[in-house]
């Protein structure tokens, strides 16, 4: 069971809210009572994530954009905005991930990575930063370990995500003065997700993560989502600038042990 919290009367915007880890943040935030908007590129997702809100109960709305294409964030937050009015919180995590050597994929799919989870998410909190409560404001940014980890076959998410954790650092120091938190939320192997069926796409790929991981266990969306609302709360009222694990202890050693076998769960088996 996850902890409680209260954001009935908040507004919250997720970037990337429509699947995986980022919807289970989004229906979180709308258990809790908050007013939440979704952003991702393809409008039938949006528009299943919206409905879904909407059946937990919350006001909820989405819109279609590519985290890539900086007018096209623009648009749709300060839709939202219109529509919501100043966002309490903000959630940015809009990513793309594969397995590849560095020599294994084109420039262009090394690029494509870097658009969408650095260009992204500076374009998302770039867009958002004038439309945020202030003083009182969160902002949470879903990273990785790859951000702090070197990792076999992950050069594109491994430069991508350590920019990431610097956009975070940097956007604390100089949002802090107006009463504007910035954090990163590291998540380890998520169960039910995109990401980890690209990264771990047979059983015996899934058993071998799961060994790596100190607690023994995949961690749930919840999990994460709990720390979001966690940072996005009173309780964590001083707390600007962290890059914060939760992943079991992944990142102690079990994710570059993960690394050096992801040529491996590359190939098909």
């Known amino acids: 069971m996850g902890m409680t919290f209260d954001f009935s009367g908040q507004t919250v915007f997720v970037a990337g809210g429509t699947s995986g880890i980022n919807l289970g943040v989004a229906q979180a935030f709308a258990r809790a009572g908050a007013r939440v908007a979704v952003l991702s590129r393809r409008q039938e997702k949006v528009d299943a994530a919206v409905e879904g809100l909407q059946g937990l109960g919350a006001e909820a709305a989405g819109f279609a954009a590519d985290v890539r294409d900086y007018e096209a964030v623009e648009k749709a937050l300060g839709a939202a905005h219109q529509r ?15 397995p590849a050597k560095a020599t294994g994929m084109s420039a262009n799919a090394f690029k494509s990575v870097v658009e969408i989870d650095l260009l992204g998410t500076y374009h998302v909190l770039r867009a958002a930063h004038p439309l945020m409560k202030k003083p009182g404001g969160s902002i949470v940014n879903i990273s990785a370990p790859q951000a702090f980890l070197p990792m076999n076959m992950q050069m594109h998410v491994c430069s991508a995500k350590a920019g990431v954790d610097m956009i975070t650092r940097v956007g604390a120091m100089e949002w802090g003065r107006e009463g504007l938190r910035v954090n990163s939320v590291v998540p380890g192997p998520i169960d039910d997700t995109e990401g980890m069926q690209r990264l771990a796409p047979t059983e ?11 607690m023994g266990r995949y961690g749930k969306a919840s999990e994460i989502a709990d720390c979001c609302m966690w940072l996005a709360s009173p309780a ?10 939760v992943d079991g202890g992944w990142s102690l050693g079990g ?11 590359a190939k098909p088996q």
């Open 84 to 98: 919501f009015g100043n966002f309490d919180v903000l959630v940015s995590g809009a990513a793309g991930n594969f």
């Open 204 to 214: 015996a790929a899934r058993e071998a993560v799961m060994d790596s991981v100190p």
């Open 236 to 245: 964590a009222a001083y707390v600007t600038g962290a890059v914060i694990p």
């Open 255 to 265: 994710a570059q042990a993960m690394g050096q076998g992801f040529e491996q769960l």
